[in-house]
């Protein structure tokens, strides 16, 4: 969270009121940022998710966005109902891990049966400490840092 880069990692300061008004602030940021982006999904993913929708494959899409934001985006992006659940802000987790085992819990799954999609090392490490499956969407992040994901794709497509 921004809380714990703020004090633990840019070392900005300790005070916990003032770490709550910079994080508080740059939430207001990426919102006003986020609402004025196109957000938009390719084609092929659109059609993948639709597949899965089809044929009864809970989906979870995990977020560290409210979840009012959330919806917002999916339905601008033409995905909205194309998920079983969402895990936001409002699930108050507080790491990665959290978020995957939270997805789990809601889709009645245990967690070595589900299959986790990130773009980040830390999201595969997270799917790694609750032994789901993981695929890694390479985007950010050379391959070779996410070399612990059971598979690696180019994109989404």
């Known amino acids: 969270p921004a809380e714990k880069a703020i004090q633990r990692v840019m070392y900005w300061t300790q005070d916990w009121g003032e770490t709550k008004r910079i994080a508080f602030r740059k939430a207001e940021l990426f919102y006003e940022s986020f609402q004025t982006h196109n957000h938009s999904v390719e084609a092929s993913t659109r059609g993948w998710l639709q597949r899965l929708n089809d044929s009864a494959i809970p989906v979870c899409l995990c977020s560290e966005m409210d979840r009012g934001s959330v919806e917002s985006v999916l339905r601008a992006a033409g995905v909205e109902g194309l998920y079983s659940d969402l895990i936001s802000a409002e699930d108050d987790c507080d790491t990665r891990t959290q978020m995957y085992l939270g997805a789990a819990s809601k889709l009645q799954r245990p967690p070595y049966k589900c299959v ?8 595969i490490s997270a799917a790694r400490d609750i032994d789901a499956q993981c695929v890694a969407v390479l985007g950010s ?3 070779w840092e996410m070399q612990s994901a059971d598979m690696t794709i180019r994109s989404m497509d």
């Open 116 to 123: 986790v999609f990130d773009s980040d090392p830390e999201g």
């Open 141 to 143: 992040f050379a391959a």
